[in-house]
């Protein structure tokens, strides 16, 4: 892991609750402070968040965060599934990062039973996750912008989006939560026009970051907002177990596409983004330039797949996957087999596996482990979101109120996948 950035001297990280800044009894006549909620429904909180803030004038003295409201139990809820019904599940954990959230648990599942998949469906999924994981940072910016009084750039990143989802809906027939991925491949091969349209999209997309770094770059206000605040060392950044764009704004050169590759990252040309600021401003460059980085990766992804045309789309191992549809009007056989998948479910051999993809947020990691039947027998995810808020009070230390707003939108936390 390559550090480079000195932001600040020594450790902002509070003590003893990492956590929790607690006020300092030294530096604050504790008469003068003033107790707030920070949510847990307010406009800027990017789901149900609480956090309880104590004041002193305009300055933050102390904060801790309360968290639960959205829990889910997707975890558990997982364990008392199939395999094959579980698969819905993880994308519904982080509804921007989607496409990501299922491919790690699809590649836990491939991993326990040693299934290879084809090439086309490893070129595929890389396509899609980087396509939803400029879907993911569309959203954030134009949210974040928002926050801060830049309200046309919400609308211009949401067209952009739009075009996303509708790439999305082209491949699979839903726009968000896709249920594409299966274990062994694909649920259906690339429709025709896909290609023309990807790159369609790869056009306006590189001339739209350029359009919106134009707005915003040269924003005084933005800028005031944006520089400065919110500091995060590298080593602070570390200690904290942060990764993503949050992790190399503070000067970090660490992507797991580029660290420890997966799917076929190693086969494709594209750079790490890496900032040295630690502040807002340079998670919001590290955005910026990943949506590029993305737009490389998804053009490769686009000529190679057209080289692979008529190519098998999923494994054919009829105890996992799906057999054909059109096999269902002809084969009793295959019937049987559709039937007792979509019902039964399949076995996965004993054991246990961690894998881990780069989402949107970072190291989103899948931990299953299985006794040999048709069920995980315990999920765990290791959830970018909740380690970024484990960053929130190192971020606040000498912070405005004002600040607030702006320095937890940079961390780029989505409360389902905090809570689950």
Request: glycine share 8%.
């Amino acid at each position: 892991m390559e550090s480079t950035a000195q932001i600040y001297e020594g450790s902002r990280i509070p003590s003893p609750i990492p956590t929790v800044l607690q006020v300092d009894p030294d530096k604050h006549d504790l008469e003068d402070i003033l107790t707030i909620n920070f949510g847990p429904n307010h406009p800027s909180t990017h789901g149900v968040l609480r956090l309880v803030v104590d004041l002193d004038g305009e300055m933050v003295a102390g904060l801790s965060a309360v968290i639960g409201y959205l829990h889910t139990g997707f975890e558990k809820t997982m364990e008392q599934k199939t395999w094959w019904k579980c698969i819905t599940y993880p994308e519904r954990i982080d509804y921007l990062s989607f496409q990501t959230n299922e491919l790690v648990f699809v590649l836990a599942i491939e991993k326990l039973l040693g299934l290879e998949t084809p090439r086309k469906a490893t070129w595929m999924r890389m396509c899609l996750s980087e396509l939803n994981r400029i879907h993911s940072h569309l959203v954030w910016l134009g949210t974040s912008a928002l926050e801060l009084g830049a309200i046309s750039m919400f609308w211009y990143t949401f067209d952009e989006r739009d075009a996303i989802l509708d790439l999305s809906e082209m491949v699979c027939g839903t726009r968000m939560h896709t249920r594409y991925f299966q274990a062994g491949g694909l649920a259906e091969d690339i429709p025709p026009g896909f290609y023309e349209n990807a790159r369609t999209f790869c056009k306006q997309m590189s001339k739209a970051v350029d359009e919106y770094e134009a707005i915003l770059d040269a924003n005084a206000i933005w800028l005031k907002r944006t520089k400065g605040i919110g500091l995060l060392s590298a080593d602070d950044a570390i200690a904290l177990g942060q990764s993503g764009p949050c992790l190399r704004a503070s000067g970090v050169n660490w992507d797991l596409r580029k660290n420890m590759p997966y799917l076929a990252y190693d086969e494709v040309d594209f750079d790490v983004p890496v900032y040295t600021g630690g502040d807002v401003y340079d998670r919001y460059k590290v955005h910026m330039d990943e949506m590029r980085q993305s737009v490389r990766i998804i053009a490769q992804c686009v000529d190679r797949l057209e080289e692979m045309e008529g190519e098998p789309w999923i494994a054919d191992d009829r105890k996992v996957v799906l057999p054909p549809r059109h096999e269902l009007h002809t084969s009793m056989e295959s019937l049987i087999h559709h039937f007792k998948i979509v019902t039964e479910g399949y076995s996965v051999p004993e054991g246990e596996v961690y894998v881990v993809v780069e989402s949107a947020r970072g190291e989103m990691g899948c931990y299953v482990v299985s006794d040999g039947g048709p069920k995980p027998w315990r999920v765990k995810f290791r959830a970018p979101s909740f380690v970024a808020l484990e960053a929130t009070a190192t971020c606040m230390r000498d912070a405005a109120v004002a600040d607030m707003i702006a320095i937890v939108g940079s961390l780029d936390g989505v409360m389902g996948e905090v809570d689950r």
